[in-house]
């Protein structure tokens, strides 16, 4: 099969250029946030987020909150995981971080009482039900004293769930606690796979916890997969497919596996023999943008697919998605508090980012103070590239005229540099540039991190520091 010609005939949102993306593919940022988590500064600290707190009761905010709840432990390890996690099998750990997880959503409750209510909610990990149904729903209570919650039909409450750790009776058990949406770590069905990462985890069980999640009532089911796993091939994907396609999620995640072995330990398990090779990678992201959207989802953008009728779906529809820390989001005017060990929170214009080891984040707690590592304050230059970048990643378009209405620029002044660098993403066919809009093609939508590259000034400067390597992921 080539990959020269794949194009998504059933939805026009995406199209595949092997050879467009073999000439721009390279390490680049995914926008969770702009500026990117790596130009977070050790001087931004709690007095700092207390400062972003104030401003918006000053301002006597009433937008909607997200809370981000990080669990970081696992039982086992999986040898492609970068996320951070701490393995082990002594569920006693787990009963001190909560004991010191709860100091922080009392500190954090008093200071967001009256500004808004909480409408979205996410667990993630690590392992979220590594937590024991006891200690999840003491958890929710816990929770609930300390915030105002929308109602359930309105917020979006959301759990990742690692399949091996759950029963059905578990699935029930998270609907009665308050979740409505649940994302489930798949990876690869392929059994040779599965070995080769450590992820044992057969499709039986899957499906059994999928099934338990509609009876149970929850609104969304999210899977996860990732591409150019070791002992990956267009056969073995194939299968996958075909059973996720017949699974029929609400929304599928399609991450490209990141080997960076240098930088996460378990990573140096696989073997490089057993990776797919670059051409054979971008035949299996081909075949699943094909699949999947012949299928009928919708091509989101960046990893995510969604069925045309999913919230992701219709809020990009109506202009109302926007990118975050746990990936595209339908809130799009919530301010994010996280909490837990290397959780970041974004309030109004400020990021700021929890210790990342359980030492140090224990000991600030023990302080009496939020455990607050760094972070860093927008200035005018960053807010004005975040809206663009946001725009660009979430819409696929931005509207000229309305950002030199929200701001004191002439764009084609302000960004005639970077205007001039898209020249070369609209000779390939990427995008279009008017005197009213930037548009980027079905062809340009995979490619559209090295298009909002464009507008980060920090990478052009990372660029000159030959000091400072970048550590990104490949664009595609």
């Known amino acids: 099969m080539s990959t020269s010609s794949i194009t998504a005939s059933a939805i026009d949102a995406v199209e595949f250029d092997a050879a467009i993306i073999s000439k721009l593919s390279q ?124 109602p359930d039909a309105l917020g979006e409450y959301s759990i990742e769930i690692d399949p091996r750790t759950v029963t059905p009776e578990r699935i029930h058990s998270l609907r009665a606690q308050g979740f409505n949406r649940v994302s489930l770590g798949v990876q690869d069905f392929d059994p040779e796979v599965q070995q080769a990462v450590n992820r044992i985890q057969p499709e039986a069980e899957t499906r059994a916890v999928m099934a338990a999640a509609r009876d149970a009532g929850f609104r969304s089911i999210s899977i996860d997969l990732i591409y150019g796993l070791p002992r990956q091939t267009m056969d073995t994907m194939e299968r996958t497919l075909d059973k996720v396609i017949d699974a029929s999620p609400d929304r599928i995640a399609l991450y490209n596996y990141a080997h960076l072995p240098h930088l996460f330990k378990p990573q140096r398990r696989i073997a490089d023999a057993d990776l797919p090779t670059a051409a054979v990678k971008l035949d299996l992201l081909a075949l699943c943008i094909r699949r999947l959207c012949a299928a009928g989802y919708v091509y989101i953008g960046m990893d995510h697919f969604a069925k045309p009728d999913d919230e992701l779906a219709v809020a990009q529809r109506q202009g109302r998605l926007q990118r975050n820390f746990q990936g595209y989001s339908t809130r799009a005017e919530a301010d994010l508090i996280s909490c837990g060990v290397s959780a970041i929170s974004a309030i109004g214009a400020t990021y700021s980012q929890n210790e990342k080891t359980l030492d140090a984040y224990y000991e600030k707690l023990d302080a009496g103070v939020l455990p607050i590592t760094r972070g860093v304050k927008l200035d005018h230059d960053d807010l004005l590239r975040r809206i663009v970048i946001q725009k660009l990643m979430c819409n696929f378009e931005l509207s000229l005229a309305s950002l030199e209405q929200s701001f004191p620029i002439t764009f084609r002044h302000y960004f005639a540099a970077e205007l001039e660098q898209l020249e070369a993403f609209a000779q390939d066919g990427l995008l279009t540039v008017d005197h009213e809009w930037i548009s980027v093609t079905p062809k340009g939508r995979l490619l559209i991190r090295n298009i909002c590259m464009v507008f980060d000034r920090y990478l052009a400067t990372a660029r000159l520091d030959s000091a400072q390597p970048l550590r990104y992921s490949k664009t595609i």
């Not at 709690?46 to 905010?61: C, I």
């Not at 082990?88 to 750990?93: A, E, L």
């Open 27 to 150: 390490s680049g940022p995914r926008y969770t946030s702009y500026p990117t988590a790596d130009r977070f500064v050790p001087d931004f600290g709690y007095g700092q987020f207390l400062e972003a707190v104030a401003g918006l009761r000053l301002r006597r905010s009433q937008r909607p909150l997200s809370l981000y709840i990080h669990v970081p432990f696992c039982d086992t390890i999986c040898y492609y995981c970068g996320c951070n996690k701490i393995v082990t099998k002594d569920h006693s750990k787990a009963a001190t971080y909560l004991g010191y997880l709860k100091q922080e959503l009392d500190m954090q409750g008093r200071l967001f009482a009256g500004i808004g209510q909480i409408e979205q909610l996410h667990f993630g990990g690590g392992t979220p039900t590594y937590l024991s149904d006891r200690q999840m729903g003491d958890l929710m209570t816990y929770l609930r004293e300390n915030f105002d919650f929308a």
